[in-house]
């Protein structure tokens, strides 16, 4: 598994709020999308057709050391596995 970078917009952008970003493993950028999307819209109660990917800020790797923004490393939840 490959270490990508996913930064989602949810509604949350309306208001002015910045997006989301996640660290998630995945075989490729595509699961890896698809993996923080599905995650992004679960946890925050949002439909998948209000969300949009900032495909600037999608990439393989993880974000630098001093970065400036928080992001969430899914890859911790990924191990643990459903209901653990």
């Known amino acids: ?9 949810g509604t949350e952008r309306f208001d002015g709020e910045a997006p989301y ?7 490729d950028i595509t699961s890896a999308i698809s993996k923080a999307t599905a995650y992004h819209a679960l946890s925050l109660d949002q439909r998948l057709c209000d969300l ?3 495909h600037l800020c999608t990439y393989e790797g993880i974000p630098p050391t001093n970065c400036g923004y928080y992001w969430n490393d899914l890859r911790a939840e990924e191990s643990r596995g459903p209901g653990e």
């Open 1 to 9: 598994m490959k270490t990508f970078i996913v930064t989602v917009a």
């Open 21 to 27: 970003t996640y660290v998630v493993a995945a075989s």
């Open 52 to 54: 949009e990917i900032d």
